[in-house]
């Protein structure tokens, strides 16, 4: 793994941009997007390639059947968004479950478009200062850092998001990143005799 990669796993979002973010995309699919990505840590390209029949609504649970490196997983999801994903598909039995314009599945570039436009909207800009817009892959990073915030175990989230084994989730999520360093810092030296 580069050291950039190790770097941008540090940036994400705060939470109220994250509603900040849903609330400024411009439809229900798209709405049903951004939960989606920042709900389950998929890849853009898992996301496109997500079809109707990798939905599991009873045990509200999908089926990546093709993620990096060829591996399938098993991604657990919250109710409502198993709803929101109900509405979406409506009567369709078959085909992607993010239909583009054309009814095919939708291009890892129609998914970053997406995300960048509620960015845009939201008035969000990249914590990574080397990236100007929102991309999916920050809804990653961003899924992946609160769901340890929030006390889940580094292993689960290792098989969540794909990952060979938990030394590579350790070894990107495993330090603090900068909000939660500040947050420590804040909250520890508040208490100072000072």
Do not use: W
């Not at 941008?8 to 951004?34: K, M, P, W």
């Not at 915030?149 to 990107?172: C, D, E, P, R, W």
């Amino acid at each position: 793994m580069s050291p950039h990669q190790n770097q941008a796993c540090h940036f994400v979002l705060a939470e109220s941009d994250i509603t900040g973010l849903l609330n400024a995309a411009t439809s229900f699919r798209d709405r049903t997007i951004l939960k989606c990505l920042y709900l389950t840590g998929l890849r853009r390209q898992e996301l496109g390639d997500l079809s109707i029949g990798d939905v599991d609504f009873d045990r509200l649970r999908i089926h990546v059947r093709c993620g990096k490196g060829g591996k399938s997983r098993i991604v657990p999801i919250p109710e409502f968004l198993a709803g929101d994903l109900r509405v979406l598909i409506g009567r369709r039995s078959k085909g992607p479950v993010f239909a583009s314009q054309k009814g095919g599945s939708l291009s890892t570039r129609a998914v970053s478009y997406v995300v960048e436009r509620a960015g845009k909207a939201a008035g969000l800009n990249n914590p990574n200062p080397r990236r100007s817009n929102i991309n999916p892959h920050l809804l990653r990073h961003t899924f992946a850092r609160h769901y340890l915030k929030h006390g889940g175990q580094m292993h689960k989230l290792s098989q969540i998001l794909g990952h060979g084994n938990v030394a590579i989730t350790h070894a990107i999520y495993g330090t603090a990143s900068e909000e939660e360093i500040h947050e420590e810092y804040q909250a520890v030296t508040s208490q100072f005799p000072l």
